[in-house]
Antibody
Framework: EVQLEESGGGLVQPGRSLRLSCTAS????????MHWVRQAPGKGLEWVSG????????AYADSVRGRFTISRDNAKNSLYLQMNSLRPEDTAFYFC???????????????WGQGTLVIVSS | DIQMTQSPSSLSASVGDRVTITCQAS??????LNWYQQKPGKAPNLLIY???NLQTGVPSRFSGSGSGTDFTFTISSLQPEDFATYYC?????????FGPGTKVDLK
């Protein structure tokens, strides 16, 4: 069974940094692209960033490009999101999501973690 | 960026009803369209991929159709566990984008 578990969320002041982690199990982590998707409380889903299986292809939403950095450690079955210069509008639940079988980083998200809440507030 | 719209934004229905949700893309996305269900406090769950393919383990009362810019998602006979919010998502181009969601609640 695929399991994805996010951690690292919390309350942070504007302008500060936070690093999210996602630990994967139940599948061959290094065979799949992984993504971060966020959801502000009571709002819809927003794609944040994605990374290919070998980290060779990375993409970001315009809203986070230059501030967030996605990375992965296949030896540790882990996905990360380094979030710098945080803004109040970054407040959201952050989900890590596994992409379905694909040769690119675009496709369907076939497994999701339960999310970790990031609150950016002074 | 490809903009996704959904209609209606919400609907009220009864158990056993046939429910249809539409999703429109701002440009041709072929069949690069997925549908998700999300219940309160939970992560989204993939129901349909590539516009019309049922994800493994998803009941057959869920279906999807369409290509190009216009897509339809149908629940043939609404069950109590189907009250949730449904999102479409395109993956033709980056950035990946979601529709705003359709909330299905009990009439």
């Amino acid at each position: 069974e695929v399991q994805l578990e996010e951690s690292g969320g919390g309350l942070v002041q504007p302008g500060r940094s936070l690093r999210l982690s996602c630990t994967a199990s139940g599948f061959s982590f290094d065979d799949y692209a992984m993504h971060w998707v966020r959801q502000a409380p009571g709002k819809g889903l927003e794609w944040v960033s994605g990374i290919s299986w070998n980290s060779g292809n990375i993409a970001y939403a315009d809203s986070v490009r230059g501030r967030f950095t996605i990375s992965r450690d296949n030896a540790k079955n882990s996905l990360y999101l380094q979030m710098n210069s945080l803004r109040p509008e970054d407040t959201a639940f952050y989900f890590c999501a596994k992409l379905g079988p694909s040769m690119v980083i675009k496709g369907e998200f076939d497994s999701w973690g339960q999310g970790t809440l990031v609150i950016v507030s002074s | 960026d490809i903009q996704m719209t959904q209609s209606p934004s919400s609907l009220s229905a009864s158990v056993g009803d046939r429910v249809t949700i539409t999703c429109q893309a701002s440009q041709d996305i072929s069949d690069y369209l997925n549908w998700y269900q999300q219940k309160p406090g939970k992560a989204p769950n993939l129901l349909i991929y590539d516009a019309s393919n049922l994800q493994t383990g998803v009941p057959s009362r869920f279906s999807g159709s369409g290509s190009g810019t216009d897509f339809t998602f149908t629940i043939s006979s609404l069950q109590p566990e189907d009250f949730a919010t449904y999102y479409c998502q395109q993956y033709s181009n980056l950035p990946l984008t979601f529709g705003p969601g359709t909330k299905v609640d009990l009439k």
